[in-house]
């Protein structure tokens, strides 16, 4: 029942995107960026934007694009993988439903992402016919994860609230800095898990927003121009810096949560396959929902 | 226009009334910027909207539309109160001025503020910048012509030039601009009812010239009529032509058409559909037995009609691939050559015609005249081993040496192929030739005497010879007039001139006398019986030898005593949003048989007080990308791009009084129970009580679109209500132009 | 030996929204409808001592800003200023109406569900990247008239010479003229001749 609900809501959302693009941006209403005499530009979002995007931008891209992985690479042979054994219970906490939906969100992102970069560095591939196709395919496969993403926000929102327990966790940045296994008293998804959560989400959902004002160019939402008070072409530059900064985090946690679920912990990435997780890896890094889970007899 | 364009750059002031340059004549407008550029000139618009003329003018009033009267009373009495007028101009040059002063001081700046809606304060700037910068030029269109009082109009503003004495001088004249490539070449041409080609008057004398001119027998003329009597009234215009079709039906004016109704109509490259009463014409289209139209592109009136059938859309060609000459709004003549051979099945409208004439059988008399030349003894003979006429020259040839009237003789196709090959050698300001072109002014402009007469650039200037263009006024009223003589005063003549003042238009009789010597008999066998009909051109040598205008040297008369109105008088509109002044300043009686129509005046002025149901003035005007009917126009993409369908420029606060939306339909209804739908379009170009209507578009009629019965393929990128439809019944009283800028509606949220 | 710096001016003393640029440039580059290389505008239409018109189109800036942000670096700029860009390279991302302060690049709707194609603007009517005059070249990017020696053609066309280009010496020489002819009055500087060249 719940999932015919959040197919529902995800319809929604999408057509909403269908009603905005009833646009005026090829008759009288085209872009104007002339202001009127004695109106200037008070944010001078435009000069912002010449600056972030020819001077820093790219550098900053290659950064996160060499250095999070270069950090994730050095964790990996300083301080290795947690192995736990796979010998004891499993419990499936991932239908089929969560892990479709997790899946298409993963397969969207493994295109998303290697396409922004191609555009960030579209002079680097020679720009025209390479760099238009990833372009496209940026664009084709924010659908997919569009639809995904109001589902995957509901299904999870309950465990990814924050709570006081999550700045210890913090703290210690989960235990990832050391070798040991610990018991962390974390819940169903601990606060590493729930920041990517939030990330995803809103940052997924700003960056939808601002990717389909500037892949449309004329998608208009009368609110936030109310809200505002921000000419349709500020709008665009706005929507330009969002989402090239978003796109810096984003990338950044991203790498973080395959790292994380691939790599740091051995085996972990059964779970988006299987939807089972093992009962000794629950134990330890998320304790308190091992708790509960034992209580209902799950282990 | 009695100068030029370029002219325009040696005034000082800049009176502009009644039209909008910087939209009707975009590159012209180009002259005036220059004149205030670098000659400092003022400019001041007379309008209802703040039009893109206005926008940079250095002076604007906001004139209630169809007042324009009182206004240049109420600047004619402040000129003569404070004694700005040009005394000696006005004794030696103008007959009747004291009628107008005594109509001018009834006009006092709060009178005229309470009729026209301009400030008293505003009046007064205005008229003291005009009259203090000297010369003025005075430029009017439609917006002046077009109200039921149109001839009162184009009456007073000359009259205001010659009160300040800024008439026949470099930088000031009357600068009419007319409004369509080659119009005035078609006026010239006589396409009007109430004259033969070169405003030869309708009359036996006219007749009988243009008979010999055009190598028939008068008799031969006078068999196409119904009977001789016919030859001299005018026929029906192109404002009411559909009367002559609908009469006989309820509701309709009578007419007096030698018992019959119009019955087939002929439209050759003319938008009909952008005259008044659209719905009219519409009637007039459907109950015609035949129609046939020639134009490039499907004209609206052929999708307009309900008729299905005897309708005929013939294909004609344009200017690009015809030649021929043109004649520009200031009187020059431009040559223009054919680029590329007629395309598809289209024919040059020429040729339309000469198959029409074989087919009627009288295509040998047509073209005879281009078949026979002017031999120096004043008579035509057939040009021997001529096998065929050779168009356009032959043509051009035949205007030249018949329409005298104006001056056309020096118009020959050589001449005007010179100049339109070596423009560049021209001056901008003056249009002064240089080098090989030095005497001769750029086109020609008429009256061209003769073949070796330079041309007349600004009309009526005595300051310069009669060789160089100099002229008084024409003689064409008579030598006196209640016992006052109708001649110039002495020493009004051009420079150089053998008769120091004023003398009759030159005739047989008098030339001698004038040119101060008697002639030989030779000279005596050349001569016609007046220089208008003398076809050997020797009294105009004879004239222009000793340094006289053919034409007479007279005084311009601001009294017409064979008008209904004797001096310009104000009425208000027929739809009019005043009442009260409606009392004061009604309209004409109703007029029988003009140009065989009756036509209603008081009758529908006094109908009902329309401001009860139809509070908003409403006027019409141009669009910069369009002109006309505007259906060549639409047929351009880039131009509809610009501006893709028919809107209402509104007041906000009108708008927003009738709930009606910026980019919405609404609907203006006109007080003849018309109405169309159009979208409104918020400006602040209009006062809150009136609403202004471009005239441009077509195809839709009262909201049904007409645009289904376009042939494939050739339906224009954008159509729309016609403006015309809402402008209701009103026509001048002389010329019965009609009144489409001073009317009445009712907005509504569509 | 200087090179020209080749500028546009609209004298908006002179500039009446006629629209003859816009429509001249459309036509001779045969543009899409709907693509406006040139734009004329007016401001505080119907507002006495307000109202001004002018005309706006790529100005072919110092410093382009468009060059700057382009992330497939398809722009290119003539030692004579003009700023030109390889359609074939260009993924019509946008970057460069974002930057610019004049909305001078235009985006037919020729991408992947009606988005952007490749973008569009004025070439100071100097074509494109491809052989001068060739038939793709027009195709691409309109006439070349620069290198026929003819002036660009919304100029050409301007009723009343409000629209200028040429070397940036000789249009300030005819604006000084104009301004000393007038006395100093009127509209004496340009909406965005100081935002696009800089004084250089």
Redesign the interface.
Known sequence: MRKYFYALIALLSLATVALATDSQI???M?????L??GQEESLKL?AW??LL??KYF?WVFLGVLIGVPTVFFLHYKIIGQKVFPHSHNKHYAFNLFHRTVHQIAAVSFLVIIPTGFI?????F????TL??M???LH??FTIPFAIVIIPMALMWIKEAIFNLEDIKWFMILGGYLSKEKRIINATQFNAGQKMWYWVCILGGLVMILSGVM????DFKIEMLHNLTGLSH?DM??AS?IIHNVMGFILVAVFFTHIYMAAVAIKGAIHSIITGYVEEEEVKFLHNAWYKKLKEKGKF | MTNSFGDIQNAKSIFIIGCNPAVNHPVGFGHILKAKERNNAKIIVIDPRFTKSAAKADYFAQIRPGTDIPFVYGMLHIIFKNGWEDKKYIEDRVYGMDEIRAEAAKWTPQVVADVTGVSAETLIEITTIYAKNSPGTLLWAMGLTQHTIGTGNTRIAPILQMALGYMGKAGGGTNILRGHDNVQGATDMGCLSDTLPGYYGLVEGSWKYYARMWGVEYDYIKSQFKDASWMGKPGFTLARWWAGVLAGKPGEDAIENAGTNLKALVVMGCGITSTSQNLKIQQGLDNLELLVIADPFVNEAAILTNRKDNLFILPSATQFESSGTVSATNRSAQWRSKVVEPLYESKPDQEIMFELAKRLGFYEEYTRSMMMNLKSDGYLEMTPDKKTFQWPEDATIEISRTLRTIGMMGWTPERIKKHTDNWHLFDEITGAGKGEMKGEYYGLPWPCWSVKHGGTPNLYNVDVPVSEGGMGFRNNFGLEKDGVSLLAGNGSAPLDSKVNGGYPEITKENIEKLIGRPLSASEKDLCGANWKTCTSGKLVDLALEAGLTPYGNAKARAVVWTFPDRIPLHREPLYSPRPDLVEKYPTYADKQNHFRVTTKYATIQKEKDYTKEFPTVMTTGRLVTMMGAGLENRASKYICALT?EMFCDIHPDLATKNGIQN?HMMWVHSPAGTKIKVKAKYSYTVLPNMVFLPFHFGGFMQGVDMTGNFPAGTKPYASGECANTVVSYGYDIITQIPASKAGLCRVEKA | MENARMKFYCDESRCIECDGCSIACAEAHELPA?I?RR?V?T??EGIPG?E?STS?ACMHCTDA?CE???????FYIREDGVVLH?K????????C???????APQ?P?E??????GAMDKCTMCAGGPLATNSHHEFELYGQNRIAEGKVPVCAAMCSTKALLVGDAQSVSNVIRERVAARGGKGINSS?GWDKAYKNQ
């Open positions: 090829w008759g009288e085209r872009i104007q960026n002339i009127g005499y435009g934007f010449t995007q020819s790219a555009i960030v560095f579209g002079d591939f020679g720009g025209g760099v238009r990833a372009k496209n664009g084709i500037m892949f449309f160019m072409i665009l530059r330009a | 893709p980019g | 709907g406006a734009k505008i401001i505080h307000k001004v706006i800003p700057q942000v382009c992330p497939v670096d398809c390889d074939e390279k260009c993924i019509g991302c946008g970057y109406l974002y930057a610019c302060p004049f909305g985006f709707r991408g992947i569900f009606g988005s952007k909406y």
